[in-house]
Each structure stands twice: as C-alpha cells, then as structure tokens.
Nanobody
C-alpha cells in the first residue's frame, strides 16, 4: 500500500521560503506521477504543481509559476516543493498525491489514487 508523508511546513514571513517534502513508500516510486495540491480554509482544493514519473515534465498553477519548483529524487523516494517569495495567499494545507495510472497526470485530481495527510503552510504579512 502506498503511503505519502509530507513535511516541511510551518510559519514564515511574506517573502520567505520553505521546502516541502513528500516521502513515498510501499511501491516503486519511479512508476508514480506526483503532484502537490493545496487547500486554504473555506476554499476548495487548488492544484499547485505536478511532475511526471521521470521528472522531465512539470507544470505549475499560474498563481505559483516563477516562485515554486517541483522536483523529485527517485533514489530517495521523495518529491519536493521549493516555495520562494511566499505570499499570505499561499497559506494553506499542502498535500501531495500519487498515481501510477499514467506517466504524467497533471492537475487532474481524479487521476491521483493516493493522498497524504498534508502539511500546513502559514505565511504572515
């Protein structure tokens, strides 16, 4: 059974940086496409970034493009989200997701079969 455990969240001032990690276990990590989603209080789930199995294809929500970078280390079974120039509107619970059904799932949440519990990111102004 696939397990996803996020870490790296916390409280940061606007303009600061955080790096989130999502540790994958239970299956062969390199056969899973990955993504990060977020959900702020009172709002719906929002796509943040996605990455293909091999890491060669990535995509970002317009709201984070140029500030966030998704990457993966298939030797460490981990996907990362480097977040720079953080804004108060980035405050949310960030969750990673995984799927083996396609090489690259993009921002289609229905394609992701496995989800982590989330890590909270709070950006103060």
């Amino acid at each position: 059974q696939v397990q996803l455990v996020e870490s790296g969240g916390g409280l940061v001032q606007a303009g600061g940086s955080l790096r989130l990690s999502c540790a994958f276990s239970g299956r062969t990590f390199s056969t899973y496409a990955m993504a990060w989603f977020r959900q702020a209080p009172g709002k719906g789930r929002e796509s943040v970034a996605a990455i293909s199995r091999g890491g060669g294809s990535t995509d970002y929500a317009d709201s984070v493009k140029g500030r966030f970078t998704i990457s993966r280390d298939n030797t460490k079974n981990t996907v990362y989200l480097q977040m720079n120039s953080l804004k108060p509107e980035d405050t949310a619970a960030y969750t990673c997701a995984a799927t083996s059904s396609v090489y690259y799932a993009g921002f289609s949440p229905n394609l992701y079969a496995y989800w982590g519990q989330g890590t909270q990111v709070t950006v103060s102004s």
